[in-house]
């Protein structure tokens, strides 16, 4: 339960409904997002995949939390996303539902720091705040005022600096970029 509104563990029979969600919501052309990068080849973190049911729409909301590894140092983070709404079913709370059962599975789960692409006024609602510039990067571009961040526990984010990947992947500088220009790719 997420107060009012019931969350449920994501099962393999919503996977279907949850793609089709993800494309009301986005559009079909979601997958190009860099954001996207950070989920191919990488599996959900079991526990905080969630949904919520609607018997008019069927699957009304959805969210998902991916593992992260940032710098040299491989520092742990979660990845918050995708966060979807039913259209039908939007401003009735059920994203700030998802959001603040899932970090509370995240944060009882050990996890310290949750990172995310998306508009701070509605994310500051359950605690994001705009990462400082420069400290993380994506493997692809993102607008710095969309980068956002929430410590699970304090200071998590203290040190963390770097590429954040998919965990056990490798980090490589693509050459010949133009002078200033970093560029990255994933073995």
Aim: hydrophobic residues 40%.
């Amino acid at each position: 339960m997420c107060g009012p509104i019931a969350c449920d563990d994501t099962t393999p029979n919503d996977l279907q409904s949850v793609e089709h969600l993800l494309d009301l919501a986005f559009g079909s052309d979601r997958r190009s997002k860099t954001s996207y990068r950070l989920r191919e080849g990488n599996s959900a973190v079991p526990g905080l995949s969630l949904v919520t049911r609607d018997t008019g729409v069927g699957l009304s909301g959805t969210i998902s939390f991916w593992p992260l590894a940032i710098g040299a140092t491989q520092a742990p983070a979660l990845l918050l996303g995708p966060l979807a709404v039913h259209p039908d079913r939007q401003g009735l709370g059920l994203g700030i539902a998802l959001m603040q059962e899932g970090l509370a599975r995240a944060k009882a789960q050990g996890h310290g720091l949750v990172l995310l692409v998306g508009d701070e006024p509605y994310y500051a609602k359950v605690g994001f705040a705009k990462l400082p510039e420069g400290l993380i990067s994506l493997p692809g571009p993102v607008d710095p005022r969309r980068f956002l961040y929430v410590e699970l526990t304090p200071g998590a984010l203290a040190g963390v600096t770097g590429l954040a990947q998919v965990p056990g992947s490798m980090a490589l500088a693509v050459p010949h970029a133009s002078k200033g220009e970093q560029k990255h790719c994933e073995a």
